[in-house]
């Protein structure tokens, strides 16, 4: 049983531009949340999908936005990428049904803006 | 406003002596309180997790947390550290009323020294 999946591992981008990172969630898990991981600090929430719709969001600037597809899996999507959105962004998967749920979380994807 | 604080950014000991990381959160609801440990280039991984109940919770690799309602606190223990523990740990919180999203500490890095 794969637990989360998440690509790619790395990305370089510059300023300006736009990037798209991919995650597929644990076998039988229905939603995905992701998180922004700067260097030196925890993980900030950025957002949470189910039913392919957005159903809670962190504070992140509109820049910030994802999708989910049918099978579970998402993307997040960042626009405009600005130096202070390198990090690592992890996602996770959970079942819903409120916090007691465990999150599963992937190894991350390491985006670096130039 | 929800809050986790780890007030130790490093922590070494020396193999086989006994180790505690201390966690503090401010939360506005009745929390489910959890350890997760990342390894460099790695995903989270949950240790064990505190929703209800006895307030001594046993997790996997040795650890045991203890929820302290009056002192807010969640600290992490090992009676015993093992060289393969040297890793970054990080206590969240997260409550039914806020959905899945999970709070973060600032982290705190175990070395370990033989």
């Known amino acids: 049983d794969a637990g989360v999946t998440q690509s790619p591992t790395h990305l370089i981008k510059t300023r300006g531009q736009q990037v798209t990172l991919r995650c597929s969630p644990k076998s039988g898990h229905d939603t995905v949340s992701w998180y922004q991981q700067a260097l030196g600090q925890g993980p900030q929430f950025i957002f949470q999908y189910y039913e392919e719709e957005e159903r809670q969001r962190g504070n992140f600037p509109d820049r910030f936005s994802g999708h989910q597809f049918p099978n579970y899996s998402s993307e997040l999507n960042v626009n405009a990428l600005l130096l202070g959105d390198s990090a690592l962004y992890l996602c996770?998967?959970?079942?819903?049904?409120?916090?007691?749920?465990?999150?599963?979380f992937g190894p991350g994807t390491r985006l670096t803006v130039l | 406003a929800q809050s986790v604080t780890q007030p130790d950014i490093h922590i070494t000991v020396s193999e086989g002596a006994s180790l505690e990381l201390r966690c503090n959160y401010s939360?506005?609801?009745?929390?489910?309180l959890f350890w997760y440990v990342q390894s460099p280039g790695q995903g989270l991984q949950l240790l064990l997790k505190?929703?209800?109940?006895?307030?001594l919770v046993q997790g996997i690799k040795g650890f045991e947390a203890e929820f302290k309602r009056s002192q807010s606190s969640f600290n992490l223990r090992k009676p015993s550290v093992h060289w393969s523990d040297a890793a970054e740990y990080f206590c969240?919180?997260?409550?039914?009323?806020?959905?899945?999203?999970?709070?973060f500490g600032a982290g705190t890095i175990l070395r370990v020294k033989s």
């Open positions: 505190y929703f209800s109940g006895d307030t």
């Open positions: 969240a919180v997260g409550a039914r009323e806020y959905g899945n999203k999970l709070v």
């Open positions: 939360y506005g609801a009745t929390p489910y």
């Open positions: 996770a998967s959970s079942l819903a049904g409120g916090a007691g749920n465990e999150q599963f």
